[in-house]
């Protein structure tokens, strides 16, 4: 555990690189493990745009290769483990590391004032279990009878062993199982760590906004994901010995269980989840927001206040992914009405961010454009929020193309930009190199436009009645009109992939070669950026005092700069000027 | 505190204090996970008319008591343990070693509770009575067998000298666990048995 | 300046060439256009209350629109006037004042009534008056029982006698035929895993359950056929799980459900288990 003293620099090679309690060196481990998982669900969405633009025919480069019975063209039940493990990959093997992962470990300790995470070798099993975990998701792809192809829902009884047998579904829960508990270790070090070892004068409201997503992430990931966990060993015990928790009594089969039982439990988690992945991405655009507006975040009690709300309601608007499954009137009413009130903190954190931007003197660099991008994909994906969360537009719109455009920019969109945002943001002091500039925004702008044709485009198509998880859309009369969308959505994904290929270029170029880093790029005044680019193995050679918050920008009593370090204390203000809506308490010396 | 040992280094108090509460963070996520499957028992015995049902041969409730008084006991002895622990009395590695071996007498005792109803047929597919009963017990007995050998771990470290007044906090951690497992045992103990 | 530009050349053209050629592989896309016009939305609603669902969507809307523009235009006018200039400080303020703080939650509660409340009192009453609001008893009411498999659907009407499980119940796979302008109430059941109900045209969806029963219900204005798709993931066949629902005018209905029982009565083969599933009709 870190204290005042300093603990020596492992010197083995596997001490160093493969099995280091060094939070920086997680930090980058997860950082690679996430970018190529994401990599690969990315390919296997281009995958999934082909065959449904050109249902049937063989895909170009892969096809053959990966189905060569069929004569280069996806068969129907690959298809649906494509979707399948898309979903999963992205989710589990993905974001997961990237945003709460990496930037969790990095992040942390550094902004608290820090030497490492309190429990390092927790830290590195953590690491570890995902590895373990996505190599049994990756093993499952092999097996006889085909991977996982529930969807990554895998509501029984489709997911029971009479709608899919064999072992990939069983791996997939097993999977699924070893994630959760690598992120509930790594929930249990972020929580107890932000506790226990800020800096002196760190207080709560000093703390960096990514920092708190982070930590409000960290206790959902606690709380919830031992619910999906035990989601998974009940479909375990039913597909493996027999029991029937799930499985009814139907023509098919004999059990005394409940399909509807797994998806209370699923959702129950799976709610609260999509709020782990946007959390640390709010937290980042918060802070960014402030950095590169040299203003500070405006109303950060409020916005911290708004991301607790919507932290403990998350577990009480799950329903809204089951109306019509045949509830009742009054719970579905009760889930409709909560629902919309989750939304109201949202609202709130959406008016604090456009009002830091307001008035303030904008840099419009790739993390600034990125965090500015999540305002713009998440107030549009937020929005559609709304015809679903209304039962009466749920019940046409649920499981169809609106849904997938819907979570697509809340989720997938939203937090991929706070991990782009975040990683062209934090690369300097990860790698102690620059990324490029013109290559980000390029990939920026590259990105936010064929990503909005892409599910905007799925909103036309679900409101057109397009249901999802369908192998071929032409095969029945009535979706056939509507197959110029699906044109449409698969060339903008094209180019939208591709333009993913200029973020990996950058990434490994600037990696290696790119421009060596300054201490502070940014100039901002969180800790981080008063070490060396890369810090040091201990971090700080002496812990830090903090006597101001993250964001003192534009304070009228600096002089020759616009920002001010947390280890220095506000300045008094110029004689005669009138004093501006003043810093919270807490945050002056 | 005798002049010898302010010389060797104690444990500060705050790694006392960041361990218990990274434990107690911890039992919470598994007070979900056991309360997610508890749920989930009570619901889907609910959907039965009658419970037990019939025909069923039900596992022994005097076995499963006698392990509920074990357990219980090997948790008052640990905490008196511990107790024994913070002030550097003797009796730290006695009474930590009886309790582990009560822990060790429950797991056997619970051995033979599935053993009874297993060699009479009853598997985990003989209906939901038995696919919970196995489910929660089995689940349980998982954690019964990383807390031996917490248990055991720390034991081996007091008799080496490694854990004691000078250094809690592993004790402190596993008996935090411990304890849960008990309270856990107690609740599915009455689900099962009882009510 | 040329540095900077072949930096950016090189993976710049690049990526364009990726772009272009995964453009040009959409040229096969082509065949799969089909004749007739492109659609862009649902087919007119032909149900007597999905009307409603149409209305509650081109309200949010106009309400999200509403809203989206207003922060786009926030975006544009920040950007554009915003900018770092030499000179120009940003202002300093945390927002934390009273002032902000009742500013702030006097914005939330007013999106909230505009958005959300307006939303929900619509959504109520159609909730109340349709949806939930499921016709009982015999009076004009079409009964429908429907068992869904992988991959098909499974009608039953229960024929002039209004009981399920008479040899003169009308049993189909993948067609179902209901009389324009009464309330049809269908409960639906499953044999294996969980489908889904949809008929895009009438606006309805359930989910179909193995092991239970699950209700819905809708009145068709319209005659016609309309398909009726399967929404929920059931397998590799999840989407060749199409039904018809045929709507037949009031005229000609009585007749044909008259010529169905008959065929159905004459076909009626006691020993065949599996066509003769049905369940009591619980309201």
């Not at chain 1, 939203?414 to 925004?441: D, H, I, N, Q, V």
């Not at chain 1, 057109?464 to 903008?492: C, E, F, I, K, W």
């Not at chain 3, 895009?200 to 204005?221: C, H, L, T």
């Not at chain 3, 993931?233 to 007749?255: I, K, S």
């Amino acid at each position: 555990m870190s204290g005042d003293h300093i603990h020596p620099a492992p010197t083995s090679f596997l001490r160093k690189h493969v099995f280091s309690t060094d939070h920086k060196v997680i930090a980058r481990q997860f950082m690679w493990l996430g970018l190529i998982w994401l990599l690969i669900g990315g390919g296997m969405a281009m995958i999934i745009r082909w065959q449904l633009a050109n249902p049937g025919l063989p895909v170009p480069l892969l096809g053959h290769l990966l189905w060569p019975r069929n004569g280069g063209a996806v068969p129907p039940d690959s298809y649906n483990t494509l979707f399948t493990m898309h979903g999963t990959i992205m989710i589990f093997l993905g974001l997961t590391p990237l945003l709460i992962g990496a930037f969790g470990n990095f992040c942390i300790p550094l902004m608290i004032g820090a030497r490492d995470m309190i429990f390092p070798t927790l830290n590195m099993l953590s690491f570890w279990t995902v590895v373990l975990g996505a190599g049994v998701a990756f093993a499952s792809l092999f097996v006889p009878l085909g991977a996982a192809e529930g969807g990554w829902t895998a509501y029984p009884t489709l997911s029971s062993t009479i709608g899919t047998p064999g072992s990939g579904e069983t791996m997939w829960a097993i999977a699924v199982f070893l994630i959760g508990a690598s992120s509930i270790m790594g929930g249990i070090n972020y929580i107890t760590t932000v506790i226990r070892l800020r800096a002196p004068g760190m207080t709560y409201t000093r703390l960096p906004m990514t920092v708190w997503g982070l930590v409000l992430t960290a206790a959902l990931n606690v709380l919830f994901l031992p619910v999906i966990g035990s989601a998974m060993i009940l479909m375990v015990l039913d597909r493996v010995f027999g029991t029937t928790f799930y499985v009814p009594a139907s023509m098919t089969q004999g059990g005394a269980g409940d399909p509807i039982l797994y998806q209370h439990l699923f959702w129950l988690f799976g709610h609260p989840e999509v709020y782990i992945l946007i959390l640390p991405a709010w937290g980042i655009v918060v802070d960014l927001l402030s950095f590169f507006s040299r203003k500070p975040a405006f109303g950060y009690k409020v916005t911290l206040g708004a991301l607790v709300t919507v932290t403990v309601l998350s577990a009480v608007v799950y329903g809204h992914h089951m109306f019509t499954t045949g509830m009742t009137a009054m719970l579905g009413e009760s889930f409709m009405l909560l629902t919309m009130i989750i939304s109201v903190p949202g609202e709130i954190l959406f008016f604090n961010w456009l009002h830091t931007l307001w008035r303030g003197s904008l840099r419009l660099t790739t993390p600034m454009l990125f965090a500015m991008g999540v305002i713009f994909v998440f107030g549009l994906g937020g929005l559609t929020g709304i015809y679903l969360a209304t039962i009466s537009t749920d019940i046409f719109l649920h499981d169809t193309y609106f849904v997938v455009g819907h979570f697509h920019l809340t989720m997938a969109a939203s937090s991929l930009f706070g991990a782009f945002a975040g990683t062209y943001f934090w690369f300097p002091k990860l790698f102690g190199r620059m990324m490029s500039e013109k290559l980000g925004k390029l990939h920026f702008w590259a990105t936010i436009i064929p990503l909005t044709i892409v599910f905007c485009t799925m909103f036309i198509s679900g409101w057109a009645g397009m249901p999802r998880r369908y192998y071929d859309h032409t095969d029945s009369a009535y979706l056939r009109p509507l197959q110029h969308l699906n044109v449409l959505t698969s060339v903008a994904a094209f180019v939208l992939g591709a333009a993913q290929l200029i973020f990996a270029f950058n990434f490994i170029k600037s990696r290696w070669w790119g421009a060596k880093a300054a201490m502070n790029p940014w100039q901002v005044g969180t800790l981080e950026w008063t070490l060396s680019s890369p810090p040091p193995h201990h971090n700080f050679d002496t812990i830090p005092v903090v006597l101001s918050g993250p964001h003192e920008f534009s304070h009228p009593g600096l002089k020759d700069r616009d920002w001010l370090p947390q280890t220095e204390a506000a300045p008094a203000l110029p004689p005669g000027a009138a004093a501006p809506h003043a810093a919270p308490a807490g945050t002056r010396a | 505190m005798t002049t010898l040992a302010m010389t060797v280094a104690r444990e500060p108090r705050r790694y006392q204090v960041n361990t218990t509460l990274g434990m107690a963070i911890f039992i919470g996520s598994w007070t979900m996970a056991f309360a997610t499957l508890f749920v989930c028992f009570l619901f889907l015995r609910h959907r039965e008319p009658v419970w037990p049902p019939v025909g069923v041969m039900l596992p022994s409730l005097p076995l499963a008591a006698t392990g509920t008084g074990v357990l219980l006991l090997s948790s008052a002895l640990l905490h008196a343990a511990v107790g024994r622990g913070r002030i550097g009395a003797a009796g730290l590695a006695p009474l930590w070693g009886a309790a582990l071996a009560l822990g060790a007498l429950f797991a056997v005792l619970q051995t033979w509770l599935w053993l009874d109803v297993w060699r009479a047929g009853f598997h985990a597919d003989a209906g939901n009575y038995y696919g919970l009963f196995y489910m929660l017990t089995w689940f349980h007995a998982l954690h019964v067998l990383v807390g031996l050998v917490a248990l055991g771990w720390v034991w081996a470290g007091i008799l080496r000298g490694r854990v004691g007044v000078l250094r809690l906090s592993p004790a402190l951690a596993t008996s935090i666990f411990w304890h849960f497992v008990d309270a856990v045992w107690v609740v599915l103990f009455l689900g099962i048995f009882v009510l | 300046m040329t540095s900077t530009t072949s930096r950016i050349a090189k993976p710049g053209a690049l990526a364009a060439s990726v772009a272009l050629a995964l453009l040009a592989l959409q040229a096969p896309a082509a065949a799969f256009m089909q004749e007739g016009p492109d659609r862009w939305g649902p087919n007119p609603n032909a149900s007597a209350n999905g009307g409603r669902v149409d209305t509650l969507f081109w309200v949010i809307t106009a309400l999200v629109s509403v809203s989206f523009l207003i922060v786009l235009l926030m975006l544009l006018v920040t950007v554009l006037r915003d900018r770092a200039r030499p000179g120009v400080k940003a202002r300093y303020d945390h927002g934390s004042s009273l002032h902000d703080k009742r500013f702030t939650a006097g914005v939330s509660v007013a999106v909230f009534l505009l958005l959300d409340a307006s939303v929900l009192w619509i959504t109520m009453h159609d909730l109340r008056e349709t949806v939930w609001n499921i016709p009982t008893g015999t009076q004009n009411v079409l009964r429908v029982e429907v068992l869904a498999q992988q991959w098909a659907w499974n009608f039953r009407l229960p024929g002039a006698d209004n009981e399920f499980g008479t040899p003169d119940d009308i049993v189909t796979i993948n067609h179902l035929h209901v009389p324009q302008g009464r309330p049809v109430v269908v409960h639906g059941s499953s044999k294996d895993v969980i489908h889904s109900f949809f008929v895009p045209d009438m606006r309805i969806k359930r989910d179909v359950n193995p092991g239970a029963i699950n209700k819905v219900w809708f009145q068709a204005e319209k005659p016609g056929d309309y398909e009726i798709l399967c929404a929920e993931l059931c397998g590799f066949a999840h989407y060749q799980m199409h039904g018809t629902l045929t709507v037949v005018p009031p005229d000609r209905w009585d007749a044909w459900q008259a010529e169905a029982s008959h065929i159905a009565q004459a076909t009626y083969d006691e020993n065949d288990t599996e066509a003769r599933w049905a369940w009591d009709w619980k309201e």
